[in-house]
């Protein structure tokens, strides 16, 4: 059984680390791709939300 893939996640804006870590996802979520892999987008997608908290912990997202 697959792992089941999480929402796109929501980067905070305007965030350099984040916007790499969103085209790292885009990369790995397209099934065509050589680099697909659940997993990996699931993991990604788990560092950027926990570098969002960061993030949202030293100024409000917009």
Not at 19 to 35: I, Y
Request: with cysteine; net charge negative.
């Amino acid at each position: 059984m697959s792992t089941p893939l999480l929402a796109v996640p929501r980067p905070y804006p305007g965030c350099v680390h984040c916007a790499g870590l969103v085209r790292e996802w885009t990369a790995v979520t397209e099934p065509a791709a050589p680099e697909y892999d659940r997993d990996r987008a699931n993991h990604i997608a788990g560092a950027i939300v926990a570098h969002r908290r960061q993030d949202e912990e030293r100024a409000p997202a917009l």
